[in-house]
């Protein structure tokens, strides 16, 4: 090796590799002489090659170091240097071995050539650190929560219960499926869990798993390489569990996840990292897994169609949200709630008087709490004034409301008074007493107005503030 370093093609070889090449470097012998520089260190240093090749090294370079090297067996990297020129620079000192652990030489390179591309280097890092911390808050607010419990309105024992529950459940790291009907508020339970653990800081993505075409799924997850399909980005994309890592991920309506993402899926969990399509290296994620659905999972597992060992990782915790029907005392709280968003959106003021209220309380609400809201919403909307009336609420509300409220009143004339007696304490209240008003809007006269008060009995404490 030691023959070969001081031999011509050796000297060939370095010309053919380093002559061109922009970066500095040199060989020396293992007694410091200078075998060959290449053009780049020869411009560096204002020098030419007769002048350098053959000569010891301190004799070009007074202030190297290269001596110490060869003698210590250690390299130095990336190490200040001064030149006698006074340009300084960041090289690297490598001694280069035989088999038999003896020093036959040394390589030398300049990795930069100035203290100053240093300093600029280090800039533009500090730029794109600065930049990359941006981008990050930005992603951080886009993959945030936007609900904690507090905003899970309702007084019913089974919805506080569940709030409960939620705390317990951020206490620990464990997979969580949250089922309810359709509407019932499992996305704000989802939130609610990932703000409430001590993952809070990280980043809560979601991903919806009906909503995403099956072709795209397993990228939207997982992410892509480059150049892995056509009309891949440039640079790949990274996938939600990757973004989520440090925080949580929240599968909603994993119930429709196809049968051959579920196999994937299984493998992200057993293994804990991911490997993005097109990619060969796994990348290690810490990701908390909240699920939802509207689906009996136990079903889809009986009839083959969700697997079972994904279904017992995914459900070590469950919590199940109660439809409204049988939480009933949330209604009203949920309605008012309903009407004061509408009111700050809007500025439109809108009551909901006692006698819709009730109505509104006996309807079943199979859309939950998201049909309450729009009913809420449509009846604002369509309210000539600020009270709204029994008319403004949807048909189908009404009659279904009527269906339940007359399941035990005996027949038509009985529903009809009891209609009349309704619509007639409402436009008195909306009158606030006035019978004349009152017999006017029902287009009756008023004496027929008195009759009907006193046939049926209306307290006006029914339609007073009394
Ligand atoms: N207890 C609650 N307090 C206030 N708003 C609620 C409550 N429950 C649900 N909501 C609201 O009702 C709507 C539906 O809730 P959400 O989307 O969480 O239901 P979901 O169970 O996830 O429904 P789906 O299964 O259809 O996805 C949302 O607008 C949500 O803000």
Partial sequence: MASFMQSKEFEHFCHDVFDNLPIAVDFLDWDGKIIYMNEAFLDFL???QDEVKGRLVTDVNP???????LKTKRANIAERHVFPNGRQAIVHRIPIFDEEGNVIGGFGMLLFHDIEE????????????KELKLYKNEIAKINTTKYRLSDIYGVSKEINNCKEKVKKIAKVNSNVMILGESGVGK???AHSIHNESSRSKGPFVTINCSAIPESLLESE?????EGTFTGAKKGGNIGKFELANGGSIFLDEIGDMPYHMQVKLLRVLQ???VIRIGGKNPIPIDVRIICATNRNLEDMVEKGTFREDLYYRLNVLTLEIPPIRKRREDIQILINKFLIEFYQETGIYRKIPDIVMKRLKEYDWHGNVREIRNVVERMCVNSDGTHIGISDIPKYVLNKSLEKKYEDKKGLKEIVESVERNVIIEVLKDSKGNKSKAAKTLNIPRATLYRKIEDYNIDQKTFLDL
Avoid: H, P, Q
């Fill in 271 to 273: 293994e804990k990292e």
């Fill in 63 to 69: 202030t190297s170091k290269f001596l110490e090297t």
């Fill in 187 to 189: 996305e704000l339970f």
């Fill in 118 to 129: 240093v300093k600029e280097l280090a800039e533009k890092y500090e730029k794109l650190d």
């Fill in 46 to 48: 204002n020098l030419r």
């Fill in 221 to 225: 997850l997982f992410g892509y390489e």
